[in-house]
């Protein structure tokens, strides 16, 4: 069975950055498109960043281009989303996700997290 965890979440002040970090257990390697999720209270959840297994296809929404940077280390089956400038609108639940087929990840994540808070005071 794959397990993601998530880790990294807090209380920061606008401006301020964290670092997700998501492990994927119960498989010998990382053969997964993986990403990252939000969602904030009364709102769907949407994808925030996605990256393909070579690392080669990365994808940002567009809130979020030029202040999070995701990445991720195959020899640790771990994917990570280095947030920086952080604004009050990027408080939500942040859920990591994978999928093993390709080009789904976006649309219909096999895998799920449990998630994680990010709250950015202002």
């Known amino acids: 069975q794959v397990q993601l965890v998530e880790s990294g979440g807090g209380l920061v002040q606008t401006g301020d950055s964290l670092r997700l970090s998501c492990v994927v257990s119960?498989?010998?390697?990382?053969?997964?498109?993986m990403g990252w999720f939000r969602q904030a209270p009364g709102e769907e959840r949407q994808c925030v960043a996605s990256?393909?297994?070579?690392?080669?296809?990365?994808y940002y929404a567009d809130s979020v281009k030029g202040r999070f940077t995701i990445s991720r280390d195959n020899a640790k089956n771990t994917v990570y989303l280095q947030m920086n400038s952080l604004k009050p609108e990027d408080t939500a639940v942040y859920y990591c996700?994978?999928?093993?087929?390709?080009?789904?990840?976006?649309?219909?994540?096999?895998?799920w997290g449990q998630g994680t808070q990010v709250t950015v005071s202002s």
């Open positions: 996700a994978a999928s093993d087929l390709p080009g789904t990840l976006r649309v219909a994540p096999a895998y």
């Open positions: 119960g498989r010998t390697s990382s053969p997964y498109d």
């Open positions: 990256i393909n297994r070579s690392g080669s296809i990365i």
